[in-house]
């Protein structure tokens, strides 16, 4: 990065930048006087505060008109102070001010020095223009063609940092929804900060750019997740300036704290999306749709009380120190988060369990399910209702996959009510409960050493000694 205290040369490279800015909104101050300041409108959505009864926000559209700083400049900069921004240019690259870029001619040849002028390269013609994208960007910025030359320099250091860093740093933010929290802002899980998210930090996240360019549906967060949002999850990424977006570590770690809350607890928390914005000159957004993340709008809020922390910090600890072990069965329990019908549901908390509890065991499967999970949370839960409620879940299951039944049907619905009619009237929610106790129970257990199979044995031991009844 050029450093513009540090040499005679450095120093000239500055001013080189400061005279091209000045004979540009020369021009450009110029072209106002005798014709007019152009307009732009912008169509966005806007979030606001909602009422006092009623939690996350509400949103708005609208329309707002506004001085077209960029779109001035960048059509006139073919016209306008270009042999300043050319000579700007050139100077700075054979002084040194460059980084490796994929540049390439018409052959698809590895552009070594840019070519300017009336037969510029493709590297000479994006090096002016990165020019005037800087002064562009700070009239933007400040609504004005009036600056500063402190305000200038700020965007000569922008623009040095573009062509000489190889990495860009990305500002994460992946929005909570169904969720509340009594203190914040937190660090949870490794580096990732809990804060609460406001009306104004929603509009900026959903119109990249000041622009009327929304994320949208398509990536994964629609406009009624952002406004019921109350909380956020967010860190930062460097990744290689030239690549396409931010990496996979952030996702990674939020799909952690996220699993580790939701094996906590209940409640319908999910984290639809991740949003990410570029640092530097090019302020550049992306998203990723986080499959795993996605909650059902059931009105079912998860609360983390401040008691809750040491214990979802356990849990978010046994999850890092097992690694990739129970990949499957945790899978299936986030992705029951997002089903929208119960028979979903129920095949995918099975599917969790028999990951879990049935290891390379291939008879009895019902049997040995339902009574190793009722050894698992012998301490938690009444072994018998346990095991009864896992036989019950297991066969409606079975009747889902082999025979196409529906939980209304009168044969399920029998079954469903025999476990009681406090069990009965939440069904859906009783299994996701008793798969939570017996996923963080495993993963407790296995965070101290040991596999699914020898914890499977050592559960059968149990039942042998004569701690459940074998029928």
Not at 156 to 172: A, F, H, I
Not at 319 to 335: E, S, V, Y
Request: aromatic content about 8%; some cysteine.
């Amino acid at each position: 990065m050029v450093d513009g205290s540090s040499s005679n040369e450095a120093v000239n490279l500055r001013d080189l930048f400061l005279a091209f800015a000045e004979k540009l909104l020369a021009s450009a101050r110029s072209h106002i006087d005798a014709h007019g300041m152009p307009k732009r409108h912008e169509h966005a959505f806007r979030f606001q505060a909602a009422p006092k009864s009623s939690s996350g926000s509400i949103t708005v559209f609208g329309t707002i008109e506004k001085p077209d700083y960029a779109s001035l400049l960048f059509i006139n900069w073919q016209f306008w102070a270009i042999e300043e921004a050319e000579c700007c240019a050139r100077e700075h690259f054979e002084q040194g001010v460059r980084r490796v870029r994929q540049s390439s001619d018409d052959d698809s040849k590895a552009i070594a020095t840019p070519i300017f002028g009336p037969l510029r390269d493709g590297l000479g013609r994006q090096l002016t223009y990165e020019l005037y994208w800087a002064v562009a960007q700070l009239c933007e910025r400040y609504q004005t063609l009036d600056l500063t030359e402190e305000q200038l320099l700020g965007a000569y250091k922008l623009l040095t940092e573009e062509w000489t860093s190889p990495t860009v740093v990305w500002d994460l933010s992946a929005p909570l929804v169904n969720f509340k929290c009594e203190k914040f802002p937190l660090l949870v899980g490794s580096g990732v900060e809990l804060a609460a998210l406001s009306p104004e930090e929603k509009t900026t996240l959903w119109n990249p750019n000041g622009a009327g360019r929304p994320f949208g549906e398509p990536q994964g967060l629609d406009r009624g997740d952002m406004a019921r949002a109350q909380f956020v999850l967010r860190d930062s990424s460097t990744t290689a300036r030239d690549g396409q977006g931010f990496g996979p570590e952030f996702r990674s770690e939020v799909i952690r704290v996220l699993t580790a809350l939701r094996l906590l607890k209940s409640g319908d928390i999910g984290v639809p999306a991740i949003l990410g914005v570029s640092k530097g000159l090019f302020e550049r957004t992306a998203s990723q749709y986080v499959f795993d993340g996605r909650a059902r709008n059931s009105g079912r809020t998860y609360e983390l009380s401040s008691g809750d922390w040491d214990a979802s910090r356990k849990i978010y600890d046994a999850l890092r120190a097992i690694d990739d072990k129970m990949q499957i069965p945790l899978r299936r329990f986030n992705q029951a988060y997002g089903r929208q019908s119960g028979e979903d549901t129920i095949i995918d908390l099975t599917i969790a369990l028999e990951s879990c509890l049935l290891p390379n065991t291939r008879d009895e499967l019902q049997y040995r399910l339902s009574t190793r999970g009722a050894a698992l949370l012998a301490g938690l839960r009444k072994p018998v209702e346990t095991q009864t409620l896992l036989k019950t879940m297991y066969g409606i299951r079975s009747e889902i996959v082999h025979n196409g039944k529906l939980l209304s049907e009168n044969g399920v619905r029998k079954k469903i009510e025999s476990l009681g009619p406090i069990v009965a009237k939440d069904f859906l929610h009783a299994c996701e409960d008793v798969v939570r106790d017996v996923l963080r129970e495993s993963i407790l257990r296995l965070a101290t050493g040991g596999t699914l199979s020898a914890l499977s044995q050592e559960l059968d031991a149990k039942v042998l000694s004569g701690l459940l009844p074998l029928a």
